[in-house]
């Protein structure tokens, strides 16, 4: 089996071609589900946003109004650090366990991690290094953001804003082991997934007791 990273910037097409890839037969594990889960009421990182920003941040069925932490953190970025610090090691730990549980099984594990290439350009953790390998989907900017502007309700502004604070589609590639191309229309993916399941198929196995 094979441990194998995918990243790409909001609204390159990420989950799209991690959803194919599935298809296949990885088996994924997904850092934005692992936050989701971890904010929800009662959750590790829900309780500690909770107490920094209070009740202000709460949507009135008790869930966290994740619109009005976005609008604080994306214009400030201290905020996005002081953010940051809550949730990415909480989101780190629960990786490590659900990446041992998938290795496990024995199938080729796929992990999703937006934001594996930090802003300055670096990767976010050393012991991303460890991957066999590094897909980056790949997408223009402005295909980017007129996708977040059709099909998740983004203000073309704050669709800029957001692909502001991460890295650039340059920075991420420099990692990549193997790029998708995802600027075309989604028939294009069926070739080039077959030829990234085939490499991924390839890659060297791991002691799933490591
Ligand atoms: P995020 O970082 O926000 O989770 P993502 O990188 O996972 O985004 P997706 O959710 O896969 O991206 O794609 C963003 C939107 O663009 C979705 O509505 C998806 O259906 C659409 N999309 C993805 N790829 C294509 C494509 N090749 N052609 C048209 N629409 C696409």
């Not at 971890?38 to 619109?67: A, H, M, S, T, W």
């Not at 420099?174 to 991924?200: H, R, T, V």
């Amino acid at each position: 089996m094979a441990e194998v990273a995918i990243t790409g910037g909001i609204g390159s097409g990420k989950t799209t071609v991690a959803t194919l890839l599935v298809a296949e037969g990885a088996v994924l594990v997904d850092a934005d589900q692992i936050v989701k889960d971890l904010q929800k009421p009662g959750g590790k990182v829900f309780v500690e946003i909770v107490q920094k920003y209070g009740r202000r941040i709460l949507l009135e069925d008790g869930n966290l109004d994740r619109q009005k932490i976005a609008e604080i953190v994306f214009n400030d970025q201290e905020e996005l650090l002081e953010l940051n610090a809550i949730v990415h090691p909480a989101v780190g730990e629960e990786m490590g366990k659900q990446r041992k549980e998938a290795i496990k099984s024995g199938k080729i594990v796929l992990v999703d991690i937006p934001l594996m290439v930090t802003l300055d350009g670096k990767l976010g953790r050393d012991e991303y290094e460890l991957f066999d390998g590094i897909i980056v989907v790949d997408c223009k900017i402005e295909v980017a953001i007129s996708r977040l502007v059709s099909y998740r309700d983004f203000s073309e502004k704050d669709a800029e804003a957001r692909i502001g604070t991460q890295a650039t589609p340059e920075q991420r590639r420099k990692y990549a082991d193997f790029i998708i191309d995802n600027n075309g229309p989604e028939e294009d993916l069926s070739q080039q997934i077959e030829a990234c399941w085939k490499w991924m198929r390839s890659l060297s196995t791991k002691d799933p007791d490591r």
